[in-house]
């Protein structure tokens, strides 16, 4: 088959369609013709030779993906051939072919395209689990979403909404943060312009918010702790400034009895992505059926000019997700 490979870790003109062998599912997987791939931060880390996929996972880029079930393992009953899935991997999406556990393959509606339902898996169930398995966010409570117009951001803030959280964004600029609110964020803070935790003190009066997601890590980690409110959480899912964090204020962990979580999807296994694919399907399948909840396309690529789509992400420039379509 046909795959986008990473000659070496490097650059973006190190992305090259060449060519692997196909995958072969086993007992409880289906194999998938793949339509369309969408882009995820991580895929920039891993090209860049920073992120190798976990043990037993796809060397190819692509975490998520959607096309149709062209084979189907000796133990798979739930799924038939031609059925169109999209689903979470951990590896192997930017490829004409993929293989998926049976139980991980979510059905596409029929009113949405391949390029949407690509958009879905790993930036909502990472949204899913992040809000409420790890942050247990609760109607009525105020939620911190930091780079609320990525696209793990822009997922972030529909299922917020959908059970009536309050919703406050970080984003570095005004076209992102309309984004935001048109999705139902209700405080919209510039970063790059304002004191996210002084606004989040001042709008509160001083009661904090009870959830923080954030992927910026170090320069945030300590106004994170000022915005959260008693017995708040944060969960931490990404430290694009940086790793490591100074002049931390431990009493606030103590004082406001904090909870911190930090959490990677990719590598948890894959009774536990079951667990969250179904819970998420239960939450979310008929909002998304009924286009309550899309995910947020910036731009859709032919697969030809992957380069292109991963210097867009590259310079920050996406609102949401930014999909390939597999068109060979
Ligand atoms: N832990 C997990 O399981 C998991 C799963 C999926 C994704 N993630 C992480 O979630 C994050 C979002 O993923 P995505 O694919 O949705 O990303 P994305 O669409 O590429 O968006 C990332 C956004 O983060 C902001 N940003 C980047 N560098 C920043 C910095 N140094 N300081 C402040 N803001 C910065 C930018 O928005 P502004 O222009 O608004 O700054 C950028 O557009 C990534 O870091 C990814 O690795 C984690």
């Excluded at 004082?255 to 239960?282: C, H, M, P, Y």
């Excluded at 731009?299 to 420039?317: C, F, G, I, K, S």
Aim: charged share 20%; hydrophobic share 45%; aromatic share 6%.
């Amino acid at each position: 088959m046909k795959a986008i490979l990473v000659n070496k870790p490097g650059g973006i003109e190190e992305l090259q369609i060449g060519e692997l062998a196909t995958p072969e599912p086993r007992e409880q997987e289906v194999l998938v013709r793949v339509r369309a791939a969408a882009l995820n931060r991580a895929d920039i880390l891993q090209r860049k030779g920073y992120y190798p996929p976990p043990p037993g996972a796809s060397n190819i880029l692509g975490l998520e993906f959607a096309g149709k079930i062209v084979a189907l393992g000796a133990n798979c009953h739930r799924l038939s051939i031609g059925d169109r899935v999209c689903g979470l991997l951990a590896g192997g999406g930017y490829a004409q072919y993929a293989a998926i556990h049976e139980q991980m393959a979510m059905p596409i509606p029929e009113n949405a395209n391949d390029a949407e339902a690509a958009a879905i898996p790993e930036a909502f169930l990472t949204a899913f689990h992040a809000l409420f398995l790890l942050g247990n966010l609760q109607t009525g409570q105020r939620v911190l979403i930091h780079a609320g117009a990525s696209g793990v951001g822009t997922a972030s803030i529909q299922l917020a909404r959908e059970i009536g959280a309050e919703i406050f964004v970080t984003a570095s600029r005004e076209k992102k943060l309309l984004a935001c609110k048109r999705l139902g964020a209700k405080h919209l803070i510039n970063y790059q312009t304002d004191d996210f935790a002084a606004v989040v003190q001042r709008v509160t009066n001083g009661r904090g918010v009870d959830l923080v997601i954030d992927f910026i890590g170090a320069t945030y980690f300590s106004k994170n702790l000022q915005c959260l409110g008693l017995d708040g959480r944060l969960v931490l899912l990404s430290l694009l400034s940086g790793q490591l964090a100074n002049e931390i204020d431990l009493r606030l962990i103590l004082s406001k009895r904090l909870q911190i979580v930090g959490s990677t999807l990719r590598n948890r296994s894959i009774d536990e992505k079951i667990r969250l694919t179904q819970a998420f399907w239960q939450f979310a399948g008929s909002k998304w059926q009924a286009g309550i909840l899309r995910p947020v396309i910036d731009r859709v690529y032919d697969w030809r000019a992957v380069q292109d789509a991963h210097a867009l992400m590259e310079a920050n420039e996406n609102i949401g997700k930014i999909v390939l379509n597999v068109t060979d």
